[in-house]
């Protein structure tokens, strides 16, 4: 049966994105992210300025759009609501960080695994892209209690996930760090479950 073209849409502008960020880090890494235009990436991509804007709207969104969120929301949904919420939000992250690293666009895990350390690395050095880092870190934490809070709200319950979050992305983030400044050497899985462990003292994979 012929794809619908709903499906060939949303499949070509995912493939659209994904060529134009992929040159994008590219640039960025080679000349200098403050060094290359958004015009220069659209030129690299094959495309005009105004459709890099159309899927990225600002030059830092070049770096750090993902489907990180999704993933990890993904995964608090299909987990145990027994486990504990620091066990449950932490599982969610190391496998994500698996997902984005192995199973990413176009099967290749060594090029998945390159492409993600390239925009971590740009996010560390990168002074425009700290700042911005931490509105990801928001949407990400927001992502994590909306997937965990039941609905009708119990303001409580959902200050507790809000911590439990919270301390579980610090312990990403320290994990993040060090993957990017070690150059990729250990793998980004293990290395943010080691931070959890650190952080609460228990394993969470």
């Known amino acids: 049966m012929a794809e619908q073209p709903s499906t060939l849409r949303t499949k070509r502008r995912a493939e659209t994105q994904r060529a134009i960020q992929a040159h994008a880090v590219r640039l960025f890494t080679e000349r200098g992210y403050d060094a290359t235009a958004v015009t220069d990436v659209a030129e690299a991509a094959g495309v005009s300025p105004m459709t890099v804007y159309r899927h990225f709207p600002t030059k830092e969104d070049l770096v750090l759009a993902d489907q990180n969120g999704i993933l990890v929301a993904e995964r608090i949904a299909a987990s145990s609501p027994e486990r504990p919420l620091v066990r449950r939000i932490g599982g969610a992250l190391v496998e994500g ?3 984005l690293t192995t ?3 176009g099967g290749d895990p ?4 390159r492409f993600l350390l390239a925009r971590l690395q740009l996010m560390v050095t990168t002074p425009a892209l700290r700042a911005r880092h931490l509105d990801n870190h928001y ?4 992502a994590i209690v909306d997937a965990l809070v039941d609905e009708p709200a119990d303001p409580e319950r959902t200050f507790r996930i809000q911590a439990a979050a919270g301390a579980c992305l ?3 983030h320290t994990a993040l760090v060090r993957w990017a400044e070690d150059d990729g050497r250990a793998e980004l899985p293990e290395l943010i479950n080691q931070a959890l462990t650190a952080a609460f003292g228990t394993e969470n994979a």
């Not at 060594?110 to 695994?113: I, L, P, Y």
């Not at 949407?139 to 927001?142: D, E, F, I, P």
């Open 97 to 99: 960080a698996a997902a």
């Open 103 to 105: 199973g990413g666009p």
């Open 110 to 113: 060594t090029a998945n695994k």
């Open 139 to 142: 949407a990400l934490q927001q």
């Open 170 to 172: 610090a312990a990403m």
